[in-house]
């Protein structure tokens, strides 16, 4: 059984930051990717970024130069710094892991003010 743990959504102003955390536990030996992904009310989900088990990292083009996410693989956990939030960030945004199958957090919300 494999589980995923995110913390660190909440409410902030318009130009702040958030760094978001995932954790994932269970039977975990080979990850293929992690990742965020984001849901606002009324819209469909749409991922924000992802980090490959090659290393490399891709983004959502409205995040680009303001979100950063990174990996230890050591801790099967993957984070998202948030930087120079917008009103149009606030959403539910879910971390995800991809073994053969794919794993999703429960989410946490993150509101930014304007």
């Known amino acids: 059984q494999v589980q995923l743990v995110e913390s660190g959504g909440g409410l902030v102003q318009a130009g702040g930051s958030l760094r978001l955390s995932c954790a994932a536990s269970?039977?975990?030996?080979?990850?293929?990717?992690m990742g965020w992904y984001r849901q606002a009310p009324g819209k469909q989900r749409e991922l924000v970024a992802a980090?490959?088990?090659?290393?490399?990292?891709n983004y959502a083009d409205s995040v680009k130069g303001r979100f950063t996410i990174s990996r230890d693989n050591a801790k099967i956990a993957v984070y998202l710094q948030m930087n120079s939030l917008k009103p149009e960030d606030t959403a539910v945004y879910y971390c995800?892991?991809?073994?053969?199958?794919?794993?999703w957090g429960q989410g946490t919300q993150v509101t930014v003010s304007s």
């Open positions: 995800y892991l991809v073994l053969g199958y794919t794993y």
């Open positions: 980090s490959t088990s090659g290393g490399s990292t």
């Open positions: 269970g039977s975990i030996f080979s990850i293929n990717a």
